[in-house]
């Protein structure tokens, strides 16, 4: 069993010494001692080199600084390559792909009370009986475990909540209603986001009714939420219990079944689907963390989560980078990344191509940046460039209105990183990202008439 709920809370906000370069170079990189190393960024092409270079750039930029997840002997690969840097934190976390536990439990916790795979599907069952009339449940795939026969797979699912009447919440792109998207943890150890999407779920079927923003909104938009896009690579996550295994990837080892500790089995979703695949930001090296797949939308989860946006949304549309989506298109997605604190929007594949909505896509990113307190930009403006993501996907086929939030520390409140204490959620990402959530969903109804951030 993982840890009970809140059991060995102290831990996760345990902050372990700073190395020195000199106790990095010697460390044992099978101590299972994760470094971040913040690493000055000299010019332009100096994110696509790191990338190259197989290192595991992490979703956060401060000033001209990038950050590398590695081992101890991580320091001196960066060093002959050219790069300076200094240690910014060490992390409890390790690399592992081996299932240590069962997690059966649908009230397991772990890491100080993230929930677990079996626990965020037992809350979406207990979430459609305790609110029949406001939620219905959709299974929508496999993940490539469980389709593949092997042990630890799980359903893919999505929760659908709205004032149920008939027709709702059916696989129907021809909605009667405005349909908004959530979707979290693509990146398995960004576990930050699965509980932004708990928490969403609980806000919205508890406020109906005596939140009249929130039923407003629910008698007129469908609100979609998956909760776990990427489960097999949770369960890696959480074997680790309060250290938890740093897996971003699937479970998918048929291109590469032994990596050291800087790679990792597994194929990263978010360079996989089928936009622009095999642009920046991508590698062909099986254990690097930014490893697109052998094809393009190669991957269970990416394909029937792609097949489910298209059973929600008509592709609207035409080819061509630059073409606009109508100004009559209705929905929006957002799917949650962590930690730089930023609000993107396409084209994520290279910022120096705009997409034909931008002015639109533009002013609601200004807005929910303006709440958070994030930036807010094309990747490549304000991060790096990134091929083959949902964003690009979702706005690329079909015309959504489509957003990535990368959840993050912008205030110094020590939530930052893939492990921040679990306190945090309650006391501080969800107070940030509620009115920015509600704020993209009351304008599904027309995201592309939006010019000023309103």
Known sequence: MIASAGAMAALAALALPALSRADTASADPSSGRAVVYRVPIRGAGDPQKLLAGGFDVLEK????????????????????????????????GGRSSARTAPGAGVNDTYYGGYRTVDTQYAHLDQTIAAHPGLATVVTYGQSWRKQNGQPGGYDLKAVCITKLTQGDCRLDPNSAKPRFFLMSQIHAREITTGEVSWRWIDYLTGSYGTDPTVTALLDSTEMWVVPIANPDGVDIVQQGGD??????????????????????????????????????????????????????????ENSALE???????????????????????????????????????????????????????????ARMGSITGYQYGQAGEILYDAAGGTDDWTYDKLGLASFTIEVGDSDGRGCDGFLPPYSCQDGYFWPKLRPALLYAAQHAASPYRTTSGG
């Open 61 to 92: 930029r401060q000033g001209k600084d990038l950050f590398v997840l590695g081992d101890p002997a991580v320091g001196e690969r960066l060093h002959r390559l050219g790069f300076s840097w200094s240690v910014d934190r060490t992390l409890p």
């Open 243 to 300: 250290n938890p295994n740093l897996q971003r990837k699937n479970a998918d080892d048929t291109n590469g079944s032994s990596c050291d500790w800087n790679g990792q089995i597994g194929i990263d979703l978010n360079r996989n689907a089928g936009t622009h695949w095999g642009a920046s930001g991508t590698s062909d090296q099986p254990c690097d963390e930014t490893y697109l797949g052998p094809n393009s939308d190669s991957e269970t």
């Open 307 to 365: 097949n489910l946006f298209r059973e929600l949304y008509p592709a609207v549309r035409g080819g061509g980078d630059s073409a606009p989506a109508p100004a009559d298109t209705r929905g929006v997605m957002i799917t949650l990344h962590s930690d730089a604190g930023m609000v993107l929007f396409p084209w994520e594949y290279d910022h120096t191509v705009h997409t034909g909505n931008d002015a639109a896509l533009r002013a609601m990113a």
